[in-house]
Every structure is written in C-alpha cells, then in structure tokens.
Nanobody
Framework: QVRLVESGGGSVQSGGSLRLSCAASGYTYNRVCVGWFRQAPGKGREGVAV???????IHADSVKGRFTISQDTAKNTLTLQMNSLKPEDTAMYYCAAYCYGLQYAEYWGQGTQVTVSS
C-alpha cells in the first residue's frame, strides 16, 4: 500500500524559504515518478516539480530557479526546497507518486499548507 506523508509547511513572508519533506513507503521508490503538486484556493491542482523514473527532474516554469526537488532513495524521502517564495506560491502542497510528468499522479499524500504573505 502506497503511503505518502508530508511535513514542513507553514507561513512565511515573501522572499523567505521553506523546505517540504515527504516520507514514502509501499513501493520501490527509485523506480517510479515522484513529485510535488499544489492547489491554491479556487484553482485546480498543478504540478510543481517531479523526479521521473529515470532520475530526471522537471520543474514548472513558475518555480524554476526558486524551487528544487530532490530525493534520498536510501531513506525513501522526497524534498522540495522552496526559496524566494511569493504570495502566489500560497497553496496546499501534495506529495505524489506514480506521476505522469507534471500532469497527474495516482497516489497522493494528505497535503501540507504553505502560506506566503506580502
């Protein structure tokens, strides 16, 4: 059974940084696409950054140069380092597994809230 548990969300001022972590279990970690998605109030869920099954990373244009996705396969953890945060980054952030690029994923964590104030 796939299980994803996020941590590290919170509130920060514009320009600040946060680090999200996801503890994953229930599958062979380094053989599937894993990543981060987010959903802002009143908007659809969007892909933020993913690590594909071949190890390549994809970051959404809106976060390139500010966010970095990484994974520790030994510990089965996924991390999203978020720098230079903007108010428009405010959203619920979800860890995901078995993703299809930035478009969709089959398994989701419960989410962690990120709020950026101006």
């Amino acid at each position: 059974q796939v299980r994803l548990v996020e941590s590290g969300g919170g509130s920060v001022q514009s320009g600040g940084s946060l680090r999200l972590s996801c503890a994953a279990s229930g599958y062979t970690y380094n053989r599937v696409c894993v990543g981060w998605f987010r959903q802002a109030p009143g908007k659809g869920r969007e892909g933020v950054a993913v690590i594909d099954s071949d190890g390549s990373t994809i970051h959404a244009d809106s976060v390139k140069g500010r966010f970095t996705i990484s994974q520790d396969t030994a510990k089965n953890t996924l991390t999203l380092q978020m720098n230079s945060l903007k108010p428009e980054d405010t959203a619920m952030y979800y860890c995901a597994a078995y993703c299809y690029g930035l478009q969709y994923a089959e398994y989701w964590g419960q989410g962690t809230q990120v709020t950026v104030s101006s």
